[in-house]
């Protein structure tokens, strides 16, 4: 077999797998690695989707109070901004949520560690990355999710987890939170494979905007075009 070439970037290593470049690596974990410790990895898996099918996904403001509403029961969006750089964007949105009794809670402890308010702040580095930057009281994380095209309708997805924290406590509950980033690669998974192909979008939503720029991005890859979608 041909060995890979390997560029070798601070703590990472990167491959192209062969394949001519077309965009440069992405130096932002990196920089996340210099102030943050790396928690673990998880929701490592195959999802039998295509690329710009996941991508729409990610960057759809609208599905987690649907996808994601069995864990963290969110009831709304409220989007405030949306910063537009070519292959790089911001998306920042709250989304309040229907709290747990104590009684659940009790039975299930981890169900403390859920904010009333998710206070969203999403890094997006077109095709290959979004990090979903939190804060809580205790410390800071940043949930960087992956996503390679292993075929044309199968893509892997993984997320890398690396937190700062502000009081001791918080890297006792490292497993926690990494399990709540597997139940939402799992319930993306779950979606996606229930989503009608090549169905025509006849109407438009709210907070549909990232998926703008996905579609942008995507048909004019690896150049950029306008229109900017900053909002």
């Given at each position: ?6 560029t ?8 192209y ?8 690596i992405p130096t ?13 990895h ?6 039998e989707?295509?690329l ?27 989007f ?6 070519g ?14 009794s ?12 859920l ?8 890094e997006?580095h077109?095709?290959s990355?979004?990090i979903?930057?939190?804060e809580?009281p ?12 292993e075929?044309?309708?199968r893509t892997?997805?993984y997320?890398?987890?690396?937190g700062q ?15 709540f980033?597997?139940v ?9 494979g229930?989503?009608?192909p ?7 939503l709210n ?8 579609r ?5 890859f ?10």
């Amino acid at each position: 077999m041909k060995p890979l070439e390997l560029t070798i970037q601070g703590d990472f290593i990167w491959s192209y797998g062969g394949h001519e470049p077309k965009v440069s690596i992405p130096t932002v974990l990196n920089e996340i690695a210099k102030t943050y410790y790396f928690v673990g990895h998880t929701g490592d898996r195959s999802v039998e989707t295509d690329l710009l099918t996941m991508l729409l996904n990610m960057h759809d403001y609208n599905h987690q109070n649907g996808t994601h509403r069995d864990l963290f029961r969110i009831i709304d969006v409220e989007f405030h901004q949306f910063i537009d750089d070519g292959h790089h964007s911001h998306a920042f949105y709250d989304m309040p949520t229907a709290p747990y009794s104590l009684t659940e809670k009790l039975r299930k402890p981890d169900l403390f560690l859920l904010p009333s308010m998710i206070k969203a702040h999403l890094e997006n580095h077109f095709p290959s990355l979004v990090i979903f930057h939190a804060e809580t009281p205790l410390g800071k994380a940043a949930q960087c999710h992956i996503f390679v095209p292993e075929a044309e309708n199968r893509t892997r997805t993984y997320i890398l987890l690396f937190g700062q924290a502000k009081h001791p406590v918080f890297k006792v509950f490292g497993s926690t939170y990494l399990k709540f980033g597997k139940v939402v690669v799992d319930q993306d998974a779950d979606i996606l494979g229930k989503i009608y192909p090549n169905t025509p979008q006849k109407i438009k939503l709210n907070n549909e905007v990232g998926m703008d720029w996905v579609r942008r991005n995507f048909e004019s890859f690896p150049n950029v075009v306008e229109p900017n979608l900053s909002k």
